[in-house]
């Protein structure tokens, strides 16, 4: 930089003579480096390094960048409806955001979601001794039978619209907390459903639209409320107020303007209102989409896609037209005069030549021109040849996102051998099952819960005279996990030999390795093969291999020989 003459540093100048922009003078005077020189000429020269180049406040790179510090319920709670409305909008009409959340939701929750009972016996053990392994067994298949006769019941009970089964209701409400950000729903007690209609249980559970979640007329957020959010003073969930319809439905316009206070859960601690979301900060309430932090470069992607389509469509389209002798200034001038003697004689002959030069060969017009006459065409063309690679790698940024691998997003897989895709799922299922692990203790648990309440209030589960109640060792009654699709094989020789020998060396339980390798419950697989190994036998046929290896061992008693 270059000194003005003496006098305010408003008049600074450059090397170019050019006035200094304020903004420039503004940072200089911020960070020290505006100095009067001898001479009485003001002067910005100088540099003060900051600790951390992240810091730096007047780098070209970062000069413009200022995010501002707010709390995660100011952040989203804001802005909520607009960014959920970006993510439906994309997933409605745009290919890869469909796959990508159908993507995350089948291999989450599939097209099964079993439920295997794990009461913590030992726990229990300190009370009473009679709660051991083989109780927690009986217990576990008494549970999931009674649990599968309420999911799974046609007559869709679990449901309190009667639409869904327990595991399509999961779905949704995972499908919801990809795209909304949020699973909600609301269990209900109907003893009408066990009355009048003979349902096995009167828990219901009613799948809620986040939208309809929000604070009552519309206020902004205050201490306690946050997003239809009611919070204690340590900031946690005491209620919900939630819509009684949906606010843009004009034909339930008056009740969409009424708001229920919902409690979380009744005085002894049953849920009532179960609420899923990932949390990414302390104090946040409301959850954000998964496709929240690329749903600008998906919506670029889009119109890429369309432009390069539109672009292909226009490339099989193409031009004709005929050239005639005539230069622009005849054309001009006929323009101008279209009654010029010697445009009109040219074109009465071109017309009278075509009249009769109608020459034809196995009755196919052959074209002929008049003298002076050319066809010329006009081709669109563009080059495009990095199209593909360019929306790799685009899908690539989407996939890291979502923590699925490139290939499962694109479905392309001709850029992947065995080793490079066996790496890229074995990394996304970390990611996969950690959603599902979140799930489970968000949603699928507490519902299960509450249905285990029942179950244990009508006597239906077997417990050991003196046990605790329900409400006393709900923990230790609770404890359970969820079977989702399997991880699949990509080398299913390879994979399996590795499982087996993972079993025979104590690595793995044919229940971990059902569960992983192909979502199977292992009680129901060896029961299965029981009945297939008894069904052998009984036609007389001969055991396959795995048959006879499941053969019980012959004892013959051995007696010692005489020396």
Known sequence: MSSTVPGSPSRLLDSAGMPVPASTIMRARLRGLLSMEEDGRYRISGSVPFAYDSADMFSQELGAWFPLLRSPDHEINRDRDRMVGRSRDLVRNDG???????????????????????????????????????WADEFAEVVEAGWRMYADDPARY???????????????ALTHKVIDGEGLGVLLYLPEFVGEYGARNATTLQIVDPDRLSNPNQQVDTAN?????????????????????????????????????VPRETAWGRPI????????????????????????????????????LQQAILQTVFGTFITSPFDQG????????????????????RADFHRAKGLTLGGVRLPTMAPGEDIKTVSASRPGGNFSDFEHAMLRNVAASLGLSAAQVSQDW????????????????KTLARRRAD??????????????????????????????SFAGGRAAYMRCRWIGPGRGWIDPVKERQGEVLGLDAGFSTL????????????????????????MFKRKGLKLPQWGAAEEPASHTETRPQPV
Not at 107 to 127: E, H, M, S, T, W
Not at 158 to 172: E, G, K, Y
Not at 415 to 428: F, G, I, K, Q
């Open 96 to 134: 890869w955001g469909t796959g990508a959340t159908n993507r995350i939701v089948d291999n989450a929750i599939g097209a099964q979601f079993r439920l295997v009972a794990k009461p913590d016996f030992l726990a229990l053990a300190a009370i009473d001794k009679a709660f051991d392994a083989v």
């Open 158 to 172: 679990c449901d309190a619209t009667r639409s869904q089964t327990m595991v399509q209701m999961f779905h949704l």
């Open 225 to 261: 409320l946050r997003g239809g959010v009611e919070i204690d003073g340590l900031g946690a969930p005491i209620a919900y107020h939630i819509r009684r319809a949906y606010p843009s439905d004009w034909y339930e316009a008056a009740e969409s303007m009424i708001w229920d206070r």
């Open 273 to 308: 209102v179960v609420h899923d979301f990932d949390r990414e900060r302390a104090g946040q309430h409301r959850g954000l989409s998964v496709l929240n932090p690329i749903l600008a470069r998906l919506k670029m992607l889009t119109k890429y896609d369309g432009a390069e």
């Open 330 to 349: 005849q054309v001009s001038n006929a323009l101008q005069d279209p009654d010029d003697p010697e445009i009109s004689a040219y074109q009465a002959l």
């Open 414 to 429: 001709s850029r992947t051998n065995y080793s490079s895709a066996r790496a890229e799922l074995l990394d996304a299922w």
């Open 439 to 468: 799930f489970s203790i968000g949603f699928a648990t507490p519902v299960y819960g509450a249905w285990l309440e029942e179950e244990f209030d009508k006597g239906r589960v077997p417990l050991p005279a003196g046990a605790p």
């Open 511 to 534: 229940e971990q390795a059902c569960a992983e390798m192909n979502g199977a419950d292992w009680r129901e697989m060896i029961e299965q093969r029981a009945v297939e190994v008894a």
